[in-house]
């Protein structure tokens, strides 16, 4: 089964680019990768998500390797309210459906 | 549009009982999961229904049931509890499965200690 590898904590200033990295080296073509991050004490929301291209929306952008073993989410200038736990899934839409998250990054924002 | 909502938000069973949480949407959405959350960890699907009457098997759903009676509300059920199930339970609901074309709502969770 596919499965997905993010550090455990990532530190960045207040109006700062952050780019956090997701490794899903097991990848199969069917899996999209998408991004959820999670405030304290709420559900997961969403982000983002690709397939193969680079893709950018009012949140942020998301980087894929060509080969689709490892992706980036960046955020362009993070905000003391971009502090969360950012999640990076794989979701297959074959037959089989999977949906595989990740541990987690939990993003620190210093002021 | 109060979105995915759950209930309860808090419990505390003791071992060998049983209990049932219950998600409703209102959005109309097809497809709707429960995923259990433990700390330090990411989520990890329970079980899934793609439509009213249907039920699948997730990663993690021994110890649970699931039924989907009407599209709005997706209930889990646990026969017997242990304290390996003390846990944080989200449901998500989505008109399509999220692949390319949709997204995941979710509740704001139940937070289950079993002692």
């Known amino acids: 089964d596919a499965k997905t590898t993010q550090p455990n904590s990532m530190e960045s200033n207040e109006e700062e680019p952050v780019h956090l990295p997701c490794n899903h080296s097991t990848i199969s073509g069917t899996d999209y990768i998408h991004w959820y991050r999670q405030l304290p004490s709420q559900g997961p929301e969403y982000v983002i998500h690709g397939l193969t291209s680079n893709v950018n929306n009012r949140m942020a952008s998301l980087a894929i390797a060509e080969d689709r073993k490892s992706s980036t989410l960046i955020l362009h200038r993070a905000t003391l309210r971009d502090a969360a736990v950012y999640y990076c899934i794989l979701i297959r839409v074959d037959s089989n459906y999977q949906l595989i998250w990740g541990a987690g990054t939990k993003l620190i924002i210093k002021p | 549009n109060a979105g995915v909502t759950q209930t309860p938000k808090f419990r505390v069973l003791k071992t060998g009982q049983s209990m049932t949480l219950l998600c409703a949407q209102d959005?109309?959405?097809?497809?709707m999961y429960w995923y259990r959350q433990d700390p330090g960890m990411g989520l990890r699907l329970i079980h899934y229904?793609?439509?009213?009457?249907?039920?699948a098997k997730g990663e993690v759903p021994d110890g649970y049931n699931v039924s989907r009676l009407k599209k709005q509300n997706f209930l889990l059920g646990l026969e017997s509890a242990a304290p390996s199930q003390t846990s944080v339970y989200f449901c998500?609901?989505?008109?399509?499965?999220?692949?390319?074309?949709?997204?995941?709502?979710f509740g704001p969770g139940t937070r289950l200690t079993v002692t």
């Open positions: 998500a609901s989505s008109y399509f499965w999220p692949g390319d074309t949709d997204e995941q709502y």
């Open positions: 229904s793609v439509g009213e009457g249907t039920t």
């Open positions: 959005m109309n959405h097809e497809y």
